[in-house]
């Protein structure tokens, strides 16, 4: 089957491998890129390390061809932020990791549903909370950390799935 | 109103049914148009529904936009059923998220009453069907091995079959003391490259979409029939049939255009193949004077003796990695227990899992209760804290799943809810269901067989997702458009063709006179294969 490179790039991204695409260098992005970062740090477990380019392979590469989740993601991050502000007169990147669930508690993501379609909080749940719980444990990063190492979502296992577990 | 064009065939339906008999037919250079009430879905976008699918937050129906005003439908009944999470709309049908098992019925499924005294006997044997049981293997392209168990063969598979996995390897002893073999499971997916398709690359979403296109889904056949020259409609839901004067022939299909306006095909032969429920619902449709109680309904069967194959998960716990999920599909299944010589409980097919519990991703995001967290203090966890905890729950399980036949009942039917009208202002399919004894038997045989396989293989916190009384349905409808040689009591001939109009068939699971253990797929290509070569014969 023809893989399109829509498909290519969010393959990739799913991946985990930094996608070099223009514009994702620039100041907006980079911001972007900052405060997922930062949200990643407190949703995460201890025993996964999401890295910088982890998180700007799969937003920037989702946001290149999703131009909705482009919109939604650069809302929830700038609300995110301008609570950080009332709250803490910083940006959420620059918060202590406490500090920044203060700032998902406030704005009452930690007692909603996810929903794409909902009110502020349910949206920053969906693509910012949970968006970052998909993409760990439907790669690697994350699924290896529960012995799923070719966890679904993510292409490969047919080799895996015969064999044990690696210490 | 547009008028089309006739054509040689009009078959409606896109799913397997549809499609494999549209590819053959127009292979033999018939003009063929197929009508499909859904869309023609994107490639592109399957992995966009693989994310859908494998998150927490959406429901199964909205995987491939079912459960709109177009799909509504009354359950009536045992339990829930959510008909939309089971069946797609659009070319490829249900197929576009089956898991692809096919194994075949086995002989004995095809004469039960004159076997055993239960249900009745099919009008074809299972001899008859198995060279187009063979030629549906390589349709679709099926991996397996030849096992004692199964129904009979002399040839092999067209596709070598899946290696086990460490999970069957787990098991494989505790059914060895048990005196159960185990077997590879057959599939319609590829092993290796096969008919220009790439092989599983594993992505593990097999019965939510498959973005390889490793795993065989109809939309293949719609294009290879398109390629041949056959004419494939989509967003083209047929309102109803049309009879000529005499009332015995078919003369249009009167469906909906792309603007909700009425448009009519005309053809020298239809067939109807939009599975159990929308097949049985289209004839008691287009009922008119003469055939009162719906199309081709002398007998009063269309929409009766529906079966559904009830289901039982067990699972449990050992103390050592179990290595799920990391493929998507079983590897390993016994049909040991298919045929009846234990009593009265009847057949059944026992799958190893290899995704026991919740895969990791849907276990991460899906819409858990806040009032444990909140209740224990633990805040946090609403939004990580205790994120890899729950994932891990989730993935180191082992467990079976089991489906069991059920008989057919008069009382187990389709029939039109006249108080409910879908999007074009038909009454909407009502479906009526219950589950009966021998079924209920045969899951608490199949419950007994798991638990003592895990209990045998040292598998602790045993428990099951369905019960002998509260099962859980599978997505395997069949018996509504029953086949038999008495115009009396069936709905068509051995040939699918309606006893009561000359020139229209019914290509579905809904000809089945009885439903076995085994999924229905591959009977239902089958059949479709065997109806192609009957209408080639009988077109000229």
């Not at chain 2, 547009?2 to 054509?7: C, M, Q, S």
Request: proline share 6%; glycine share 10%.
């Amino acid at each position: 089957m023809e893989i399109t490179r829509r498909e290519a790039i969010v393959g990739l991204a799913i991946a985990g491998v930094g996608v070099e695409l223009v514009g994702d260098t620039d100041e907006q992005a980079q911001s972007l890129v900052a405060t997922l970062l930062a949200a990643a740090d407190v949703v995460a477990p201890p025993a996964v390390d999401v890295s910088e380019s982890f998180v700007r392979g799969y937003v920037l590469g989702r946001a290149r061809v999703d131009a909705e989740y482009e919109r939604h993601i650069a809302e929830a991050a700038s609300r995110l932020d301008a609570q950080a502000h009332r709250e803490y007169q910083s940006t959420f990147a620059s918060l202590t990791p406490s500090e920044r669930r203060q700032v998902f508690r406030s704005l009452g993501v930690h007692l909603t549903h996810a929903d794409p379609d909902g009110v502020l909080s349910q949206r920053i749940r969906y693509y910012v909370v949970n968006d970052l719980k998909y993409v760990l444990y439907s790669t690697p990063l994350g699924g290896r950390t529960v012995g799923v190492e070719n966890p679904p979502g993510y292409p490969g296992g047919r080799e895996a799935y015969q064999r044990g577990p690696t210490e | 109103m547009a008028a089309h064009d006739p054509a040689d065939v009009c078959v409606i339906g896109a799913g397997p049914a549809g499609a494999i008999l549209a590819a053959s037919l127009a292979e033999r250079g018939h003009d063929v148009v197929v009508l499909e009430a859904g869309p023609r879905f994107d490639l592109d976008e399957r992995l966009e529904r693989l994310e859908r699918g494998l998150r927490g937050e959406h429901g199964s129906a909205d995987v491939w936009d079912m459960g709109g005003p177009r799909d509504a439908y009354t359950w009536s009944g045992d339990f829930e059923y959510n008909l939309n999470a089971h069946r797609i709309k659009g070319v490829g049908g249900t197929s576009l998220h089956w898991g692809g098992v096919t194994p075949r019925l086995h002989p004995e499924d095809f004469r039960m009453a004159s076997t055993y005294g239960l249900a009745d006997d099919w009008p074809i044997t299972y001899e008859e069907v198995a060279p187009y049981y063979r030629q549906a293997e390589r349709t679709m392209g099926v991996s397996g091995a030849r096992y004692q168990f199964s129904g009979p063969r002399a040839e092999g598979y067209p596709l070598p079959p899946f290696p086990p996995s460490y999970s069957d390897q787990l098991l494989e002893d505790a059914c060895a003391e048990l005196g159960i073999e185990l077997h590879p499971v057959p599939r319609a997916m590829n092993s290796e490259p096969y008919d220009g398709r790439n092989e599983c690359v594993g992505y593990g979403t097999c019965q939510i979409v498959c973005p390889s296109g490793g795993k065989y889904d109809a939309s293949v056949h719609a294009r290879r029939a398109e390629r041949d020259g056959a004419r494939v409609r989509t967003r083209a839901p047929v309102d109803r049939l049309v009879l000529d004067d005499s009332g015995e022939r078919v003369t249009e299909a009167v469906y909906a255009g792309p603007d909700g306006d009425e448009r009519r095909q005309r053809a020298r032969h239809f067939v109807v193949a939009c599975g159990a429920v929308e097949s049985a619902r289209l004839l008691l449709q287009s009922a008119t004077d003469g055939h009162p109680n719906g199309l081709a309904n002398s007998s009063g069967a269309v929409g009766r003796n529906l079966m559904i194959h009830p289901g039982i998960k067990t699972v449990g716990k050992l103390d050592q990695p179990t290595r799920q999920h990391l493929i998507g599909f079983s590897t390993r299944m016994t049909e040991q227990f298919y045929d009846h010589d234990q009593g009265p409980e009847g057949t059944m097919i026992l799958t190893l899992s290899n995704t026991a519990g919740t895969a990791p991703a849907t276990a991460a995001t899906r819409q858990t209760s806040h009032a444990k967290h909140l209740l224990d203090g633990n805040v946090d966890a609403l939004i990580g804290g205790r994120l890899a905890d729950e994932v891990d729950e989730e993935t180191g399980l082992v467990g079976i799943t089991a489906w069991v036949e059920q008989l057919p009942d008069p009382d187990n039917r389709v029939s039109l809810d006249e108080s409910k009208t879908d999007d074009r202002g038909n009454p909407v399919p009502e479906v009526t269901w219950r589950l009966d004894d021998h079924s209920r038997a045969t899951l608490r045989s199949a419950a007994r067989i798991c638990r003592a396989i895990l209990q045998e293989a040292g598998v602790t916190d045993i428990s099951t997702i369905g019960t002998p009384d509260h099962p859980l349905l599978l997505s395997h409808r069949m018996g509504t458009v029953r086949m038999g040689t008495d115009p009396d009591h069936s709905v068509v001939t051995p040939q699918l063709r309606t006893h009561d109009v000359s020139n229209l068939s019914v290509s579905s699971s809904g000809a089945f006179v009885t439903a076995g253990a085994a999924n229905p797929t591959l009977t239902i290509v089958a059949l479709t294969l065997r109806l192609a070569d009957h209408l080639h014969e009988r077109l000229g």
